[in-house]
């Protein structure tokens, strides 16, 4: 009996001593978790996409090999334009018209033409002279002007008529002025230019070819402007022009002759000898 006790006993004891042992581990355990330093995860903030487009250029230019870094390099904002500016029509179909660099024109229509993914409405205008067509956006319309009144076209006869005011600068600088004068489109400048190179009954020959060039451009534009306006033949304006300028287009035609047959002369003169 005794035995039996003494191995209850110790059975007992033996059992207790697990115990001990299994909650000292279970706390050697969680001693052990604590002691441990985890990392300490910082919350993500939620990256927008513009944010993400201007990594990837950043990214993209740091990169690229090839490209060769400027300092203080700034670049331009690129902006759209959809739409064109709309502006009401000033002039109509079949009107004419001065455009300053080509003289004037008629409206044949008006179109829609798409440049660039915008639809810009624009004059087609037609050129008699030099046998072209041509377009103008109608936000630029500014740039043309409405055909002269007959009291301009009068005292474009009066300045055509006076003393012709020639300075005494180089001529590359006198030409220079004279093409500005053309270009401006105005028609008072057209007449003083026509005034200021008119050479009367000896022009095309006396005259240079520059000077002789600019004087047949300027002639021409106010002649073609005259016709129109006044409502004549080509003939009868120019008939104006030249009473206006004292230019006798015949006697200049047989001086031009005369001069061809002289040359002649000579050329066949020394050809004998």
């Not at 455009?99 to 024109?105: A, E, I, Q």
């Not at 300075?167 to 005034?195: C, F, H, T």
């Not at 000896?202 to 005259?207: E, W």
Request: charged content about 40%.
């Amino acid at each position: 009996m005794k035995n039996i006790l003494k191995k209850i006993l110790n059975k007992k004891k033996a059992t207790k001593v697990t115990k001990k042992k299994v909650k000292v581990e279970k706390k050697k355990t969680k001693i052990k978790k604590v002691t441990k330093n985890p990392k300490i995860k910082k919350p993500t903030k939620a990256i927008k996409k513009k944010d993400i487009k201007v990594l990837k250029k950043k990214v993209e230019i740091k990169t690229d090999p090839l490209r060769i870094p400027k300092n203080n390099e700034q670049k331009p904002e690129i902006k759209k334009v959809k739409k064109q500016e709309t502006e009401k029509r000033l002039y109509k179909v079949k009107d004419y018209v001065v455009y300053p660099k080509h003289g004037v024109g008629q409206i044949i229509e008006t179109k829609k033409i798409n440049i660039g993914g915008i639809d810009v409405e624009t004059y087609i205008l037609k050129f008699e002279k030099d046998k072209a067509n041509g377009m103008v956006p109608i936000n630029k319309q500014a740039h043309l002007r409405p055909l002269a009144t007959i009291n301009q076209i009068n005292k474009c006869v009066s300045i055509l008529k006076s003393k012709p005011k020639i300075k005494r600068s180089m001529w590359s600088r006198r030409a220079q002025e004279y093409e500005a004068k053309i270009s401006s489109g105005k028609i008072y400048d057209l007449a003083e230019v026509v005034r200021d190179l008119n050479k009367g009954d000896d022009i095309m020959i006396d005259q240079s070819y520059s000077e002789r060039q600019l004087f047949e451009k300027a002639y021409e534009r106010l002649l073609t402007e005259f016709q129109i306006v006044l409502g004549s033949s080509l003939e009868d304006a120019q008939k104006k022009l030249d009473k206006a300028l004292k230019r006798n287009l015949e006697k200049q035609i047989q001086k031009i002759q005369e001069k061809s047959i002289s040359e002649e002369d000579v050329n066949n003169q020394e050809v004998l000898e």
